[in-house]
C-alpha cells in the first residue's frame, strides 16, 4: 500500500538530548513536510523540501534540523536548542498540482520530554 | 498576515442531526482551501480541496463549499463514525507549498 510512514509512534526524549524522528514515503512525491500540533493551535510548518538535497526552513525551525538525501525520506532531528520540543509531529508529502498542493499525511509521532 | 479561524471550536449533534462547520479565512491570494479529518492520536486524512468561490465537493455525508471569504463544511444526517475533529487549511497564492491551518473543529455525535 502506498502511503508515508513515520516512526517511532511514541518518542521519550531526556533533557539535553537530540533525537530523530523517521518519515518515509513510497507515493513517489516530490515534495515533504514537517509539521509541529500543539493543543488548541493549528499546525505549524517546521521545515518542507521540494526536491532532493534542497530543503527550507518553516515557520519554527528554530531547535530542528532536516535532511533529503534520498526522495523517500525526510527524516527531523529535535536538537536539545529546542526548549518545548513535546508535541505531535506530523509529516505530509504531496505532488503540487495546478501550483496546489494536497499534501498527505503520516500517522504522526509523538514526542514527550522526560 | 493571512489567517484562518474555525468555528465552532466544538460541536455535539445527535445522529441524524445535520448543521455546518465554518472556516473564515484572510489571504493573499487564495490558491486552494484544503479540508481534512483527523481521529484522536493520528494524523489528518484528506477530503476536499476548493480552487475558487462558487465551487462544491462531497462525498458521502458531507459537502464542502466556498465564498470569496468563508467555506463551510456541511454534515448531512451525521453518524457516530462521523466523530472527529476537522481541520481547514489554505494555501496562498505567496505561499509557495505552505499550508497555513485553523485549530479546527471537534464534532461530536451522539447515537
Known amino acids: 500500500d502506498g502511503g508515508i510512514t513515520q516512526s517511532p509512534k511514541y518518542l521519550f526524549r531526556k533533557e539535553g538530548q537530540n533525537v530523530t524522528l523517521s518519515c518515509e514515503q513510497n507515493l513517489n512525491h516530490d515534495a515533504m513536510y514537517w509539521y509541529r500540533q500543539d493543543p488548541g493551535q493549528g499546525l505549524r510548518l517546521i521545515y518542507y523540501s521540494q526536491i532532493v538535497n534542497d530543503f527550507q526552513k518553516g515557520d519554527i525551525a528554530e531547535g530542528y534540523s532536516v535532511s533529503r538525501e534520498k526522495k523517500e525520506s525526510f527524516p527531523l532531528t529535535v536538537t536539545s536548542a529546542q526548549k518545548n520540543p513535546t508535541a505531535f509531529y506530523l509529516c505530509?508529502?504531496?505532488?503540487?498540482?495546478?501550483?496546489?498542493?494536497?499534501?498527505?499525511f503520516g500517522q504522526g509521532t509523538r514526542l514527550t520530554v522526560v | 498576515e493571512d489567517q484562518v479561524t474555525q468555528s465552532p471550536e466544538a460541536l455535539r449533534l445527535q445522529e441524524g442531526e445535520s448543521s455546518s462547520l465554518n472556516c473564515s479565512y484572510t489571504?493573499?491570494?487564495?490558491?486552494?482551501l484544503f479540508w481534512y479529518r483527523q481521529d484522536p492520536g493520528k494524523g489528518p486524512e484528506f477530503l476536499f480541496t476548493?480552487?475558487?468561490a462558487g465551487e462544491e465537493k462531497e462525498k458521502e455525508r458531507l459537502k464542502a463549499t466556498l465564498t470569496k471569504k468563508e467555506s463551510f463544511l456541511h454534515i448531512t444526517a451525521p453518524k457516530p463514525e462521523d466523530s472527529a475533529t476537522y481541520l481547514c487549511a489554505v494555501q496562498a497564492s505567496a505561499g509557495a507549498n505552505n499550508l497555513f491551518f485553523g485549530t479546527g473543529t471537534r464534532l461530536t455525535v451522539i447515537p
Open positions: 505530509a508529502s504531496s505532488i503540487p498540482s495546478k501550483g496546489v498542493t494536497e499534501a498527505f
Open positions: 476548493l480552487y475558487s
Open positions: 489571504v493573499s491570494g487564495l490558491r486552494g
